[in-house]
């Protein structure tokens, strides 16, 4: 792993604490195959590095990264990158709406609103587009509703990983909050 890629890692992991997320266990080879198998096209090295050395999906933006095979699912779809991407191509029910996924587009977090957020496989830099298909109908083209989001994975990691979660989210995570705890001892109760 690249000491870059080691130093997000690094960063990530110190993030999905501070918002409270639990990564799935890490990526095992039979996972890492099976799911190049089926997706057919080579995986970002940085996804790869960060889903074998931390963990299968689970932490990241917008609720987490989804994970690979046997990894994090999304809380909407209940689905992992895979199973995503393979909807996405191939459910008969989207085919006949329309609904032509690029297979180059890779869904790597859902959004919530059925906003879904893509890896470009075929950009040297992992590129992240953002799919909104609200309002979609089976005669608009999907390229329509897919938007870049100007930043690569590395960025939009690194900007999550830089950003404090709200106070509502920090309180729970860590237990009381610091107030709470000062207030107590201000009343005298100590515990």
Do not use: K
Request: net charge negative.
């Amino acid at each position: 792993m690249e000491s870059s890629y080691y130093d997000l890692a690094r960063r990530c992991e110190s993030a999905s604490i501070a918002w409270g997320q639990t990564p799935s266990p890490r990526l095992d080879s039979v996972q890492l195959e099976e799911s190049r198998d089926l997706i057919d096209d080579p995986l970002p090295d940085l996804l790869v590095d960060l889903y074998s050395t931390f963990g299968n999906g689970g932490f990241g933006p917008q609720g987490g990264l989804l994970g690979l095979r046997g990894g994090f699912v999304g809380s909407d779809s209940q689905m992992t990158i895979v199973e995503t991407y393979l909807e996405f191509m191939w459910d008969p029910r989207a085919l006949e709406e329309g609904w032509d996924w690029p297979a180059e587009l890779l869904p790597i977090a859902e959004g919530g609103c059925g906003l879904v957020y893509c890896i470009d496989l075929d950009s040297a830099d992992a590129g992240i587009h953002l799919l909104d298909p609200n309002g979609f109908e089976a005669e608009d083209n999907l390229l329509d509703y897919i938007q870049p989001c100007h930043t690569t994975l590395y960025e939009w990691l690194l900007d999550w990983s830089q950003t404090r979660p709200p106070a509502r989210q920090v309180s729970t995570t860590i237990g009381r909050s610091l107030f709470s705890r000062f207030l107590d001892l201000f009343r005298g109760n100590v515990g």
